[in-house]
Structure formats: C-alpha cells, structure tokens
C-alpha cells in the first residue's frame, strides 16, 4: 500500500480530487471522532474510546479518522498524529479537538464571571491566551464558545454562559470568537478554531433540569436564544455543536429545519456540524430512531458533519448509502466540510501546526498570562453587600474561615487542562497582602456539605480572637456544569449553620462566593456585613480577591444573571413581559394581580446589579429630541460623578421598552452601556445614541422590523435603579 510521507500526498490534490479518491469507508471514517483514551486502550461500551473491535470497526478504519477528542500535549500531539499519517494511505492529518473553554493552563474566571466584567477586551484577551497555550500543546479545535443565553439558575451549565441577556451574550460570543481564531487561522499559528455550542437553546431546559426538553415559540428562539450563535458566526466561527435536547419536538442533533434551513440555508453556514456528546445515538432515547441506522441516517440529513463518541455512522453509514437511502453526496459534503477546515488550518502542509514541546514549556502558564487572569478575575468579581466593612484595613485581625478557605477548587468546571494544585488560595492572597501574616487565623469551620464539632469548634476560637471574620463559602465545582443541576439552590445546610454560629459572636463579617449559578441567598444575605461574589476566578484566585478585600483594587463587576429571591420564582429574568396583570407596588396589597402569595415577583439582586467601594451620582439625563424616526436617531446624554473616596468604575447601562409593539415586548432590554472610571470627585458627561435600529424585533410572522409608537429609555446603574425618560418612533 502507497504510504505517502506526512502531508506530502493529500497536500498536491484539490479536495475534491482527493475525496474522489477515496473509498466510501474511508470518507465515512473522516466523520469518526476518536476520544484520546482509545489511544490508551480503554474501552467503554458504546462509545469510541477503546479498541475499535468492541465495536466491530476495523483498524483500517480507524486508519483513516478524522479527528479526535481531548488530545492535549505538544509531544503527545505529534506522537499519534505521526502514526496516524504513517497509517493512512492519502495522508490526511487528524484534527486535535478538546474543551478550552476558559483556559488551557492558565485557567482565567468561568464565563459567567467573565460575563460580569462587560469588558469584552478582557474576553477576548483570555480567549487568546487560552488560544495560544492551547495551541502550542498542539490543540487545533476548541469546543467554546458557549453561548447559550440562561434564566435558570438550577442548571448547572449556567456557569458556562455570559448570562441572560442576548445582547451583551452576542457581544461576548465576538470577542471570544476572535480571540480563539483570530484574522487568520491559516497564517496565526497561535490559535485555534472555535466551535460556538450548544446550538441551539440548550439553556432553556425545562425546569433547570439538564438535557431535559426545550420547548419555544420560533420568536422566542429568535428573540432571545438565537443572536449569540448567529453573532459567533457572524465573526468568523468555524464551527458548531448541536445540542443535546430537543427543539419544537425534534433533537436538534436529527432537527433538519434548524439545522439545513435556519444553520445553513439562511445563515448560511458552511462549516463542520459536530453532534454533541453521544448525541447521534441519543436520537433513539428521545424516540425518533429505531436504532443506530436510523439515527445516523437521520442525524447526517440534518447535516451533522462529525459524530462524537458513538459509532452510528462508521457503523451504518456505508450500508445506507448501498441501499440508496443516504446519498453518497451528504457525506461528501461532510468530508469536504472536515478537509477544508484542515486544509485552512495548513494540517496538510504542516500536520503539528503549532506543537512544540520546547517552545510550550516557555509559553503555557506564563506570568504575563496569570497577570492577564488576575486582571479579569478581579473585574469579574460581584460586589453583593457591604454595610461599611469594606475594604479591610491591612492590619485587621482577621478570621478567615470555611471550606474555600485553602482550597485549590477555584477553577471551576470545564478546566481539565489546569491544575488546582497551582492555583492561588484565598490564604495564600490574604496572607501576602495582610500587614502582618499573623494577623491571618485560619480554619476550614467545615468542609463544603459535611463538617464535624472540631471543626466548628476550631473556627469559632479562631472567630472568638479576631476582629473580622471572612467567610470562604460556596459549591464546590462538581455541583456545577454538566449534568449539575440542583433543585436546591441555597448554600449547603453545613455552611448556613456555619454562618449561624459565628453570628453568635456579633462581629463583622464579609462572605466570599465561591459558585457557579446565582445562589437563594438565604441564611446569609442578612446575616452578613458584606458579601463578595467571586464565582470561581481561576488560577490567581487567591490574589484576585484578596486586592478587593484589603481595597488595592475596586470591585466592578455587574450581574449578567439574576440572583432569585427564592428557587420558587425561578426562572426570574430581568427582560421579562409585562403580562395584563403586572404587581405593580409590591406593597400595594392588590389580590388578583401577577405575583406570589408568600414571596416577591423580583430577583433579590437584579440584572446589571453591583456595588462600588465608592458611590456614583447621576445627573438628569437629557434627550436631543422627544421624536425618533429611521433616518434621524436621537442623543441621550448623562453626567455621572464619583460621588465617594475611591476610584472607581461605573458601567452605565441603557435600556429601552416599547409600549405598543405587534407581540408583547419585554418591560426593558438592555440596548448599550458605558464603562467609566472616575477618580473621587471626578464627573463625565456620557453620551448614548438610540437608532431605530435598536428597536426591530420579530413580528408574529417574524418579519424583523420597529414599528412607530410610545417607548421609555432608561439610563442607571442596573435594570432596576435608573431614570426614565420617554420618547416616539414616527415612521
Ligand atoms: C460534553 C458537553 C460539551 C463538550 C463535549 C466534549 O458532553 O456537552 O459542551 O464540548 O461533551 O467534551
């Protein structure tokens, strides 16, 4: 058999010349994804991990995949991709994909606190640095962004997400787009593409549960579920996961109107279509395939280019076509789909792209890529509460107590690649900034959902001799992400008690989050002085919340999701409809209007909420005109003062509701925002411009369009405190 040198035979041909060549099983082998344990042997039922016979797939075969997953490691790289060339006879290289959703080493805040810095330079810094670390240890593909807009706080893979708002998520999903890929992939060889995911609405699981049925309206899909994904490939995104539920009653791994006619037809997306985990085999529990043929026969027609993990299609697709039910046509497609981003990539010229075990030795975990994580971990932190605690004075004697006291679990999910044993504990950053490191008492109190007396009793002596005590609370990362989704969202009863008894003591206290979803509050929102929401801030953890605890830097952070009052009103999101019935004045004692019986309509901590160590006064804002029309927009100007002591940075928000539109209208949405840094004292006139473009929505016939009327915009500090001042589109 011609076995031709690495990348010199598939190189010389066109791609259609060299799918021509081809036999059918070695093109349905390039639609193969292999996991990085096949490559060690391991085997587990069902799913292609372990040698192909237990799955009855010939070596040949697997001579000729095409892509694989979860393969990191400059050395390791070039060792299975050099065999692999060895083995297949026309050359073509495999394509390295893995999760690089937050960091590859160098492990920056998860995406929900990245979300609440609105700093989409600093986005798209950590998708670069991801990119770069990625890249060197020879990743082509990362699975990220995750753009999937949430409102429910119970699902776990909230904390992969920038939030619930589809404008500031579509923003982010540009920013982490270019970040990973860049302006050019084929010249850059320190990126990698980027695979927008989960296509589409996977957020929007029924009852927060995860993989549980998504039901829409189109114009809620298109309204609100839909602008992230289409903003990711608008900017170049290469390519896309299908999700694991349904949509409008069809997968979206076998739902051919969202995949061929809204993916590809009218957005026009050309790229790989890769399931999600198992999800082409998953066709058969939802209930739209008999077996493993039908469910990639069903699968490939929707246009799913890659099947990861399970083996419908090397099983099926061959015989499929020899029985004229799939055209040989669909999996040339596929395969031209999957050698053209290889070809972008330069894989036929220079299969190990960047891989370079000396150079990743120098470039992976970096200090300057750390200092870019601090950075982002400290404007990705939520200032919650703080009656006057706020900032610690270094000399403060202090307690630091509870279970993320010391603990390296700050990564959060979806960081395999990173390391907890280097990432820097909250006690090692309040030591190197406390005045004196004696000051510092340290003691676990409990561990995250178990604790025994000891430990209480320890923390309470440590609690007893201090004048601050600095709660480290949280999750541990584990109940976050995938298939982490919790019916409860309080805080673990052990740490409630925690906080209880150390109340007893009536000093000052400062709770620091740890978490991955907005938390039900209760049993700590009163009960602490301040409260700090650092999320999981990643490999600088430790120094990133300790410069906010001792003031060496300002929290900034705004909430991108709604923290619930109680799990009971969930989901609870800021641009919700106003329904014929609004509350009105919560006090107001009206019965039969929209609202529970035993607890309030609004989110304890609303969207666009956070606090500043200083204060921020805002003027009257002031429209340039009362009437909008298409060709005229209208100016919105406001002058903002740092009102307090510190420097600080406010963002200001704009948002807009239409009072009359075709379909209901959310009671604001947010339309632009501004950051500002102001030193105290400082002031500066802000200026917004509203368009009549900023006011198109899907009509019932989803028609995209404005339509003249009343509207109110509203200009503060979140979606709950801000003015209001009116103003008509005329058409
Ligand atoms: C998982 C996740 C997806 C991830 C993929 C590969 O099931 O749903 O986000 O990229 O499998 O690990």
């Known amino acids: 058999m011609d076995r031709t040198a690495p990348g010199q035979g598939a190189g010389t041909r066109s791609l259609p010349e060299l ?88 492990i920056f805040p998860v995406p929900l606190a990245i979300g609440c810095s609105w700093d989409m330079e600093l986005a798209e810094r950590s998708a670069q640095i991801a990119a770069k670390e990625a890249a060197v240890s020879g990743v082509h593909v990362t699975y990220a962004p995750m753009v999937d807009l949430v409102r429910d706080p119970r699902w776990g893979r909230v904390v992969e997400s920038t939030g619930e708002d589809p404008y500031l998520n579509a923003l982010y999903a540009r920013a982490f787009v270019r970040g990973f890929q860049g302006d050019d992939l084929a010249s850059d060889m320190d990126r990698v593409a980027a695979c927008v995911k989960h296509f589409a609405a996977y957020g929007a699981a029924e009852a927060g549960r995860d993989y549980n049925t998504v039901d829409l309206s189109e114009r809620q899909l298109r309204e609100f579920y839909l602008p992230a994904y289409k903003a990711a490939l608008d900017e170049g995104c290469e390519m896309v996961m299908t999700a694991f539920n349904t949509v409008d009653g069809i997968p979206a791994t076998g739902n051919v109107a969202l995949m061929r006619k809204l993916l590809r037809e009218e957005w026009g997306f050309d790229g790989i279509l890769i399931s999600d985990w198992g999800a082409v085999k998953e066709l058969i529990n939802h209930g739209i395939a008999e077996d493993e043929s039908e469910a990639a026969l069903k699968a490939l027609k929707a246009g799913v280019d890659i099947e990861m993990m399970t083996a419908c299609y090397v099983k099926h697709l061959a015989e499929l076509v020899e029985r004229g039910e799939v055209e040989e046509e669909l999996i040339d497609e596929a395969v031209l789909r999957i050698l053209t981003l290889k070809q972008k990539l330069g894989l036929f010229e220079n299969p190990f792209r960047a891989a370079d075990p000396i150079k990743e030795q120098e470039v992976v975990f970096c200090e300057e890529h750390r200092a870019a994580s601090r950075e982002l971990a400290m404007r990705s932190c939520v200032l919650l509460k703080n009656e006057g605690i706020l900032p610690l004075p270094r000399e403060s004697k202090t307690a630091l107590i509870g279970p993320f006291a010391q603990s390296g679990d700050v990564l959060g999910p979806w960081s395999w690649t990173g390391s907890r044993d280097d990432a820097v504990t909250l006690a090692e950053g309040m030591q190197r900034l406390a005045g004196d490191p004696a000051l510092l008492l340290v003691a676990e109190g409990c561990g995250i959902e178990s604790g025994t007396a000891e430990q209480l009793q320890a923390a309470y002596e440590a609690a007893q001799a201090a004048d601050v005590i600095v709660l480290a609370l949280g999750e541990h990362s584990d109940m976050n992400g995938e298939a982490a989704s919790r019916a409860d969202i309080r805080l673990p009863q052990v740490q409630l008690e925690l906080v209880r008894k150390l109340k007893e003591l009536n000093k000052p206290i400062v709770a620091v989050l740890f978490n991955g979803r907005p938390l039900d509050l209760h049993g700590l929102f009163d009960e602490a002085d301040a409260i700090l929401e650092a999320w999981y801030p990643g490999s600088e953890a430790g120094h990133a919340v300790a410069s906010l605890l001792y003031g060496e830097a300002n929290p900034s952070g705004r909430l991108t999701m709604s923290f619930p009052y109680h799990v009971g009103q969930v989901p609870v999101y800021y641009n919700a409809f106003n329904t014929g019935r609004p509350q009105g004045a919560p006090d107001a004692q009206v019965r039969y209007v929209s609202q529970y019986l035993d607890i309030p309509n609004e989110p304890l901590l609303p969207f666009g909420y956070g606090l500043s160590y200083t204060t921020f006064a805002y003027g009257e804002p002031v429209l340039s005109a009362e009437v909008l029309t298409v060709e005229k927009p209208i100016l919105l100007k406001v002058a903002i003062t740092n009102s307090g ?52 929505y899907y009509h019932s016939d989803l028609s995209y369009s404005s339509d003249a009327g009343a509207f109110t915009v509203f200009v503060g500090c979140n979606s709950r405190d801000h003015a209001a001042l009116s103003f008509r589109l005329v058409k």
Do not use: C
């Open 645 to 696: 002591a510190y420097a600080g940075e406010e963002t200001v928000q704009l948002y807009v509701r239409d009072h009359a539109g075709e379909v209901v209208r959310p009671v604001k949405e947010l339309k632009d925002f501004r950051k500002v840094w102001l030193a105290p004292g400082e002031s500066a006139e802000l200026e917004f411009t509203i368009s009549e473009e900023q006011l198109r």
């Open 19 to 106: 799918i021509a060549s081809m036999t059918l099983e070695e093109k349905v082998a390039q639609l193969i994804q292999l996991a990085v344990p096949f490559y060690e042997g391991a085997a587990e039922a069902g799913q292609i991990t372990g040698p192909m016979e237990s799955l009855g797939i010939s070596q040949e075969t697997v001579h000729h995949s095409g892509s694989v997953l979860g393969m990191a490691g400059a050395q390791e790289v070039i060792n299975v991709q050099t065999a692999h060339l060895q083995a297949n006879r026309h050359g073509i290289p495999l394509l390295m994909m893995a999760d690089i959703v937050h960091g590859f080493k160098t």
